[in-house]
């Protein structure tokens, strides 16, 4: 029982601090969580530049409003992942549009205003499209990095190494019905990609895309 607490625990401890104003307190969150926070947002982003804006935003939002994250939702590392997916997903979603405005401006010189009403509906559609792709691939890695070990390593092997259950089970040192289960879970883990909220999240934790 220790051992389960000791997580929660540390979560309620680092949101005391942060509400304290302990600058030691965001340099020990920021070298737990850092990579996590860049991580999502590059994936969700693709840049690099981007990435490390969305970072400092994320941690900046967490100096400010320590009080917004409650414990009893959920763990702190899931809270902040869910901040850093929205955020970039926000970014992701102004840096189309504002691409999408500009270029319907430059069609709209060339083309009748209905042609260039339809060619702006349709690339509407497309943005939309490549926000959500970039936002369930970014839950994806979160589900993937995030969940047991176990599980985790037989969706490696069979999915990135084409290993079979049968294989998998050899591979792992666990019987075949093991293998299965452990790959089932996973699966059904991965699913959830496709929800609105960040994988691990609480619904209150979450938000939409």
Do not use: C
Not at 170 to 182: I, P, Q, S
């Amino acid at each position: 029982m220790p051992k389960r607490d000791t997580q929660p625990r540390w979560d309620r401890k680092m949101q005391q601090r942060l509400a304290r104003g302990e600058a030691a307190a965001l340099g020990e969150l920021y070298d737990r969580f850092a990579s996590l926070v860049h991580g999502l947002a590059h994936r969700v982003l693709g840049d690099e530049q981007d990435a490390d804006r969305i970072t400092r935003e994320v941690f900046t939002h967490v100096w400010q409003h320590p009080d917004a994250y409650d414990p009893k939702q959920g763990p702190l590392r899931s809270w902040v992942a869910t901040l850093a997916h929205r955020l970039a997903v926000q970014r992701l979603r102004q840096t189309e549009t504002a691409a999408l405005a500009h270029n319907d401006t430059a069609e709209a010189t060339e083309t009748t205003a209905t042609t260039a009403t339809t060619g702006s509906t349709g690339s509407l559609e497309e943005m939309e499209r490549r926000v959500r792709r970039a936002s369930v691939a970014a839950r994806a890695d979160y589900i993937v990095t995030s969940m047991p070990a176990p599980l985790r390593a037989a969706l490696e092997l069979a999915y990135f190494q084409r290993r079979d259950y049968r294989q998998t089970a050899v591979d792992l040192g666990v019987t075949e019905a093991e293998a299965r289960r452990r790959l089932r879970l996973g699966l059904q883990l991965l699913s959830t990609a496709h929800d609105t909220g960040t994988p691990g999240a609480p619904p209150e934790h979450g938000g939409a895309v």
